[in-house]
Each structure stands twice: as structure tokens, then as C-alpha cells.
């Protein structure tokens, strides 16, 4: 029997460090609750993987939160959202345990604020699922959709260079794609950090839409509407998990969430699942594997 | 018993289309050879990924070109070379069946070309390993070595970028950090790609050097040493294996390969092997979990 007076931890999980900017977001508007993110970073980027395996990665990643004490897991990442939400809710959510994507949320803003063409930017794997354009038409027919996968930003973010001349010509590289769009929504959790490059190259009657504020509303409302999913006395805590080496997701980490991040805990693959590691730099030079103990 | 006539292509094997970049040198020097050549793009880039894992994934390559019938296989990997080769050449090789790298070969030739001082670009898990710099210290102590992380210089490449300007700000921007030397090696199978926009960024006194040449000229060495591993009656032919979007990969390939590449066959990851599957382009929309077979 679970403590029923133990914390229920919200979990967040992205293929990487991006989905801070989510969380970001969503600890502005619950600033009391517990949260506990996994960013899985040693397997980052989730993109250039076979569907299959992507939809492994997801599950593990949405086990370990629920094994750690979550109820509740918002999938931050668009692209395990876009490709992989509905196999995870069918496969891993029941009675007590549910998970959220960010698609459906960013569709819904989007069609309230568009005049008619909506504009999207995300990974190519994103894009290619064509799951956001799939969502906006559900909504209304009528509005059209152009999705431009844009898979230079993230890593361009990755490197820190979001504020750079680089950045620029990339934005204008892409958006020279979506011209005529009056809403633009970004499609990935590394954009954010762009939204300063984004706002100079933009056209200024161009709406730009980061869906993790609307998402934050979205799941506040979802919170009081369904009790016990959250709480039962949150402290306002965060936990931050890395599949990956924890000393540069650390680095990291404050660009995206906005302030220092906790001590990183580190996570790690083995026999297919992910396992508490104290391992959590990689060692110089030829590497042999370990004997399994 | 295997057939003594039957035809032994050299196996070839890199985490995606970049090797083709190596492949092109190869064929160059041995024209009458037939290559197999492996992209694990379904797994690309490894760069992120935990090292046990990228150890899996490269012992997953290097048996699947031995069970096509290689005898030899040159990992053309910089990455996969400096943190696994030895790591595969203590479980993989034996007496019929050898394991080479490009590290070893590319310390060898730029310590032959330097004055003193080589600098090295390559993706943050080469650089990290700092096996480049260990190769070149036991040919020559005296020698100093700067190796630079270059991680968006792949991706740029793999956008199609390699001529423009993003991609000469971001040489000038990695460059910048290896003031001083006078070799410079190309070490990611990308990079010689972007050998225009170097030259330009690059002081006329510094020498350029992409190691695949070199390697070949090793490998026609090694093979005149090592009779069996290749023929007996090669016809110069090509097979191309990608564990990704072919169609992508296709459209990829020439420009690395110089020529257009033979239809491009697909292998999937099942249950922790590559195998051969039909199915070599993506799904759209939300995808579920076919029952295993």
C-alpha cells in the first residue's frame, strides 16, 4: 500500500536538457509542488532513432518516474509526443497513473490565436510525423498548417551559441520557409532559448508561440480536476535525473530552467532499463566493457 | 566449410553516412575491391549515447559485416575508433577475421606532416576520449597536440550546409580555439566536406589534413601482408546497409560517396541485433508498437 501522506513527485521527462524550459514554465505556475525531471541525455537526440526504439526510450523513461512515486508524467519532449504519446498512454497510463504530451495544448493555443496559417518549427522527426498539422485539423479544418523541421536549432543550442550571428542565419534559413504564416509555434524545447534571434529575423505582426506557458495553464486546470495526482504536501522540491554525463547537463541546465539546477542524479542503460548509477562522467581513452556484475 | 572462390568484400562501417567520405578514398585506391558498407543512421549520432552502449552498438556492425561475409572491417568511425576499437578487436577478431581503426593511421601521417604542434577537430566524445592525442604522444613525446570539440560541424554537413555561411562562421568559431598549430586533422568523416570553407578560414601556412587517404594507402599496405581478407575475384562492387531512413540516407549519400550509391539496403534493430527488414521509411503520425513476430 502507497503512504497516502507520502509527496507525489510531477514528472517530467525529455530526451534531454531542453524539456527544463518546460518545466521552467510549469514551476512558475506550481511553484509548491514537488517535481522530478528525466532528461534522457546518454541517448540523446531521440531523432535520428528507429520508431521502435524511440518508443522504448519513452517507456523506460516514464517507468522510472512512476517507480520513483509519480501519478502524473507530462512528456515535455514534442518529438516522443508527437510519435510516441499515444502507445505510452495506451501501454503505461491506467487508474492511477497518467501521462500528458505537449501536441495537443500547442494545437489548441495555436488555433485560438491564429487568423488562419499557422506556422511550426520542430525536429525533423517531429515534423515528419505530422502529428501537430494532424491535431490543428481536428480543431478546424480550415486553418492551414506549414511544418518546417528545423535540425540545426537544437544543436546550435546545445553548443550555447543561441545569442550568435549563427543562430541568426539559421532562424532566417528557416523561416524563409514559412513565410505568410501569422502564427509561429516552436516545436522543440530548445527554441525558447532562441526567441531573442527569433524575435529580430520574425516579422513584427508574426505571433510567437512558446507552448509551455499555455501547457502550465493546461495542467493546472487538468491538477484540479482530477485530485491526487500531485501533493499530498509538496515543498516546492525538484529532483533533476540524467541518463547522460551529469557534469555537462548540469552546465547546461541553468540556460534552460532559468536558475541552478539541484545536484544532478544520474541514471544509466542496463539490460534495457534505466538504473540509479554513480557513474555519471565517462572515462578517458579506449573503453573496455565492465564484467556484468 | 566457406567457399574458397567466393567473393570477401572489405567491410566498412561508420555511425552514419560520413563514412562514405572514407569509402570514396578507399575505392579510389583499390578500385577492383568489393565494399560493404554499414550506416548505423537509425543510431546516429553516437556522440550522446552512454559508452556501453555505443560498444553494443559497434559489436552489433562489426558482426553483421562478418556474417555478410567480410573478413576485414575498417571502422571509419573517429569516434567509435578512438573509444572502442580496442574493445572490439579483443571480442571480435581472430585469426580470420581483423579490425582496423583510423586513429592510429591519421597520428601516424600527422606526425610525419607536423613541425610540432598538430591541431585535431572532432566530435566532444573523440576529443573527450583524448585517444588522438595519446597515438600521436607514443610516436613522438616531443609533439604537442590541441584537440578541439567541434559538435555543430556535423550537423551543419548533414543539413546541407557545408558551403555557406554558417558553416565558415562556425570553422572560424572552432578554429579560433587552435591558434598556433600547423596540421590540422579532420577528424570526423564529415568534415572533409567542409574542406572549401576551411581552406578559406584557414592561415595558407597550415596543412590540411583529412586522414582517408592515408588510410587507404594502409590498407593496400596491410592487405599486401594479409592475403584472404579481401577477393579472390572481386568485380569493384558496392552494397550499401543503412539502419535508417534510406530514402534519407540515399539523398545523403552522394555527397560524401562522390557518386551515386547503389540502392540503399535497410536493417533494423530487433531485439538487440541488426537485421535485414524491408521497411526502410517512416511512418506519419502516432505510432504503435507492432505484436513481435
Same mark, same amino acid.
Request: aromatic share 6%.
Given at each position: 500500500?502507497?503512504?497516502?501522506?507520502?509527496? +507525489?513527485?510531477?514528472?517530467?521527462?525529455?530526451?534531454?536538457?531542453?524539456?527544463?524550459?518546460?518545466?521552467?514554465?510549469?514551476?512558475?505556475?506550481?511553484?509548491?509542488?514537488?517535481?522530478?525531471?528525466?532528461?534522457?541525455?546518454?541517448?540523446?537526440?531521440?531523432?535520428?532513432?528507429?520508431?521502435?526504439?524511440?518508443?522504448?526510450?519513452?517507456?523506460?523513461? +516514464?517507468?522510472?518516474?512512476?517507480?520513483?512515486?509519480?501519478?502524473?508524467?507530462?512528456?515535455?519532449?514534442?518529438?516522443?509526443?508527437?510519435?510516441?504519446?499515444?502507445?505510452?498512454?495506451?501501454?503505461?497510463?491506467?487508474?492511477?497513473?497518467?501521462?500528458?504530451?505537449?501536441?495537443?495544448?500547442?494545437?489548441?493555443?495555436?488555433?485560438?490565436?491564429?487568423?488562419?496559417?499557422?506556422? %511550426?518549427?520542430?525536429?525533423?522527426?517531429?515534423?515528419?510525423?505530422?502529428?501537430? #498539422?494532424?491535431?490543428?485539423?481536428?480543431?478546424?479544418?480550415?486553418?492551414?498548417?506549414?511544418?518546417?523541421?528545423?535540425?540545426?536549432?537544437?544543436?546550435?543550442?546545445?553548443?550555447?551559441?543561441?545569442?550568435?550571428?549563427?543562430?541568426?542565419?539559421?532562424?532566417?534559413?528557416?523561416?524563409?520557409?514559412?513565410?505568410?504564416?501569422?502564427?509561429?509555434?516552436?516545436?522543440?524545447?530548445?527554441?525558447?532559448?532562441?526567441?531573442?534571434?527569433?524575435?529580430?529575423?520574425?516579422?513584427?505582426?508574426?505571433?510567437?508561440?512558446?507552448?509551455?506557458?499555455?501547457?502550465?495553464?493546461?495542467?493546472?486546470?487538468?491538477?484540479?480536476?482530477?485530485?491526487?495526482?500531485?501533493?499530498?504536501?509538496?515543498?516546492?522540491?525538484?529532483? +533533476?535525473?540524467?541518463?547522460?554525463?551529469?557534469?555537462? %547537463?548540469?552546465?547546461?541546465?541553468?540556460?534552460?530552467?532559468?536558475?541552478?539546477?539541484?545536484?544532478?542524479?544520474?541514471?544509466?542503460?542496463?539490460?534495457?532499463?534505466?538504473? %540509479?548509477?554513480?557513474? #555519471?562522467?565517462?572515462?578517458? #581513452?579506449?573503453?573496455?566493457?565492465?564484467?556484468?556484475?
Amino acid at each position: 500500500m502507497p503512504n497516502p501522506d507520502a509527496n +507525489v513527485p510531477l514528472g517530467v521527462f525529455d530526451s534531454g536538457v531542453g524539456g527544463l524550459s518546460v518545466l521552467r514554465e510549469l514551476r512558475k505556475r506550481l511553484p509548491h509542488e514537488d517535481f522530478l525531471y528525466l532528461g534522457d541525455s546518454g541517448r540523446a537526440p531521440y531523432g535520428g532513432r528507429d520508431l521502435a526504439t524511440v518508443l522504448d526510450f519513452a517507456e523506460q523513461c +516514464v517507468d522510472l518516474l512512476f517507480a520513483e512515486g509519480c501519478r502524473l508524467v507530462i512528456v515535455a519532449c514534442h518529438t516522443v509526443s508527437s510519435v510516441a504519446l499515444r502507445h505510452l498512454q495506451q501501454t503505461r497510463a491506467g487508474e492511477g497513473r497518467r501521462i500528458l504530451g505537449v501536441t495537443i495544448p500547442a494545437a489548441e493555443q495555436a488555433v485560438t490565436l491564429t487568423k488562419g496559417h499557422i506556422g %511550426f518549427l520542430g525536429t525533423r522527426r517531429t515534423v515528419a510525423s505530422h502529428t501537430f #498539422g494532424t491535431e490543428v485539423a481536428k480543431l478546424d479544418a480550415k486553418v492551414r498548417v506549414t511544418e518546417v523541421a528545423a535540425p540545426l536549432l537544437a544543436p546550435i543550442v546545445e553548443e550555447g551559441w543561441e545569442e550568435g550571428e549563427i543562430a541568426k542565419l539559421a532562424v532566417e534559413q528557416y523561416l524563409a520557409e514559412l513565410k505568410g504564416v501569422d502564427t509561429l509555434v516552436l516545436g522543440c524545447t530548445h527554441y525558447p532559448l532562441l526567441r531573442g534571434v527569433i524575435e529580430q529575423v520574425l516579422p513584427p505582426e508574426v505571433q510567437l508561440l512558446d507552448p509551455a506557458p499555455y501547457v502550465s495553464d493546461r495542467l493546472v486546470d487538468w491538477l484540479g480536476r482530477h485530485p491526487g495526482f500531485a501533493g499530498p504536501q509538496p515543498e516546492g522540491r525538484l529532483r +533533476v535525473l540524467s541518463s547522460g554525463d551529469t557534469s555537462r %547537463f548540469s552546465r547546461n541546465a541553468a540556460r534552460f530552467l532559468g536558475t541552478e539546477p539541484p545536484p544532478v542524479e544520474h541514471v544509466a542503460e542496463l539490460g534495457g532499463r534505466l538504473v %540509479f548509477s554513480p557513474e #555519471g562522467s565517462e572515462p578517458v #581513452g579506449q573503453f573496455m566493457r565492465q564484467p556484468e556484475r
